[in-house]
């Protein structure tokens, strides 16, 4: 069956440009997160969606992030105006629903370099 | 606040000798305790994970996890390490209060030399 599935795979952008990152969850799963992955680092929550609540956003490390989920699905996250230090391995992850003990199934990710 | 750490940045076996991956976690109340595997290039994909009950959880891919709770303590085994092991594996602990945040430890490179 389809997984996570997230887009691009890789995206090489300039300092100062906007990219929009993209993550299609599996079917019918109602919660979304991503994750941001540096080099050497494990993994940093950024922002969490479950269902129509409004997302938890505690872990953006800036007002250049945001993110949003279209009709519970594919959600996009967006970073304004690159830094050299946005360059990293963005992850999506989703689960069946929303307890604390549910396995996160996790995309490929998006590889970002900002040069 | 919850927290896990898992001391060993790399962990180098022969192929075939036994694994042990270190993981002690912080946590107010009974934890939901998971591993995930990272193989180069893909996603996160889920070992096994603890509740409640038998403190020995099996997994796939032959691993196994021992919940401590005097040593607040998960550790990941396995009793015969095969190349194909090679990956980044992470240790996460699972949210309290609602918020169904997990958190994660920095992760452990396993390299398996033949």
């Known amino acids: 069956g389809a997984g996570v599935s997230q887009s691009p795979s890789n995206k090489v952008t300039e300092k100062g440009k906007d990219v929009e990152l993209r993550c299609d969850p599996i079917?019918?799963?109602?919660?979304l997160y991503w994750y941001r992955q540096s080099l050497g680092q494990g993994l940093e929550f950024l922002i969490y969606f479950q269902g129509n609540s409004a997302p938890d956003k505690s872990g953006l490390p800036s007002d250049r992030f945001s993110a949003e989920r279209t009709g519970g699905s594919v959600s996009t996250l967006t970073i304004q105006r690159t830094q050299q230090e946005d360059s990293a391995v963005y992850l999506c992850?989703?689960?069946?629903?929303?307890?604390?003990?549910?396995?996160?199934?996790f995309g490929p990710g998006t590889r970002l370099t900002v040069l | 606040a919850q927290s896990v750490t898992q001391p060993d940045i790399h962990i180098t076996v022969s192929e075939g000798a036994s694994l042990e991956l270190r993981c002690n976690y912080s946590?107010?109340?009974?934890?939901?305790l998971f591993w995930y595997v990272q193989s180069p290039g893909q996603g996160l994909q889920l070992l096994l994970k603890?509740?409640?009950?038998?403190?020995l959880v099996q997994g796939i891919k032959g691993f196994e996890a021992e919940f401590k709770r005097s040593q607040s303590s998960f550790n990941l085994r396995k009793p015969s390490v095969h190349w194909s092991d090679a990956a980044e594996y992470f240790c996460?602990?699972?949210?309290?209060?609602?918020?169904?945040?997990?958190?994660f430890g920095r992760g452990t490179s396993l390299i398996v030399h033949p």
């Open positions: 079917s019918g799963h109602t919660a």
């Open positions: 996460a602990v699972g949210s309290s209060g609602g918020s169904y945040i997990p958190t």
């Open positions: 946590y107010g109340a009974t934890p939901y």
């Open positions: 992850a989703s689960t069946v629903g929303a307890g604390d003990t549910d396995t996160q199934y």
């Open positions: 603890y509740f409640s009950g038998d403190t």
